[in-house]
Nanobody, 122 residues
Framework: VQLQASGGGSVQPGGTLRLSCTAS????????VAWFRRAPGKEREFVAA????????YYADSVKGRFTISRDNAKSTVYLLMNSLKPEDTAVYYC????????????????WGQGTLVTVSS
């Protein structure tokens, strides 16, 4: 049972990146999935979450209107489209899954990806 986050990289302010979270060993379609991030010198924080069906999403205020979480259960993949990126979005981004309702607290998630680095800098 593994989650793999990918798609990170370096981008200028105002740019766009799309992160992917792919599951192996289980069907991600049965799980709520969330993205968290940890910026240098800061604690991990919630970014966005999506229900197993994709019908419900939730965003941190800091990314609302700029980031979009979506999923393709046939591909067992969840995406995080990040537009209008800011330097303060620089962080390692992690995806996490739980076999229940979506949540914003990291402690309730059962499975975690290894993280992918996003750097926003001019």
């Amino acid at each position: 049972v593994q989650l793999q986050a990918s798609g990170g990289g370096s981008v200028q302010p105002g740019g766009t990146l799309r992160l992917s979270c792919t599951a192996s060993g289980f069907s991600l379609g049965d799980y709520a999935v969330a993205w968290f991030r940890r910026a240098p010198g800061k604690e991990r924080e919630f970014v966005a979450a999506i229900s197993w069906s994709g019908g419900t999403t939730y965003y941190a205020d800091s990314v609302k209107g700029r980031f979009t979480i979506s999923r393709d259960n046939a591909k067992s993949t969840v995406y995080l489209l990040m537009n209008s990126l800011k330097p303060e979005d620089t962080a390692v981004y992690y995806c996490a899954a739980r076999a229940s309702y979506l949540a914003t607290m990291a402690i309730v998630y059962d499975y975690w990806g290894q993280g992918t680095l996003v750097t926003v800098s001019s």
